[in-house]
């Protein structure tokens, strides 16, 4: 599995950014698909994801500021993301699971939210 991450900048604390992530490869053997971001010395953490189910979970720090949708027809993910806030300044990294377990990373895209 090869992922594609775009979409990350900088942006207004209050503002808004959408990222995508474009799956190719064996994307019919992926149970979830999901964003995870980590700000320098700190660990990775789980942002949002989304099963092949179209099951959707958040991290309690974004819940109803951020949306995790899909386009199963172009093997995309995308991480709608608004009122962001200083906080959300962090590396972003999609991130696909296998039904074989091992995780695949994509690169990570930079968000940057200035005060």
């Known amino acids: 599995v090869q992922l594609q991450a775009s979409g990350g900048g900088l942006v207004q604390a209050g503002g808004s950014l959408r990222l995508s992530c474009a799956a190719s490869?064996?994307?019919?053997?992926?149970?979830?698909m999901g964003w995870y971001r980590q700000e320098p010395e700190n660990q990775r953490d789980l942002v949002a994801l989304?099963?092949?189910?179209?099951?959707?979970h958040y991290a309690d720090s974004v819940k109803g500021r951020f949306t995790i949708s899909r386009d199963s027809a172009k093997n995309t993910v995308y991480l709608q993301m608004n009122g962001l806030k200083p906080d959300d300044t962090a590396v972003y990294y999609c991130?696909?699971?296998?039904?074989?377990?091992?995780?695949?990373w994509g690169q990570g895209t930079q968000v940057t939210v200035s005060s």
């Open positions: 490869g064996e994307v019919f053997s992926i149970n979830s």
């Open positions: 991130n696909a699971l296998h039904n074989t377990g091992r995780y695949y």
């Open positions: 989304i099963t092949s189910g179209g099951i959707t």
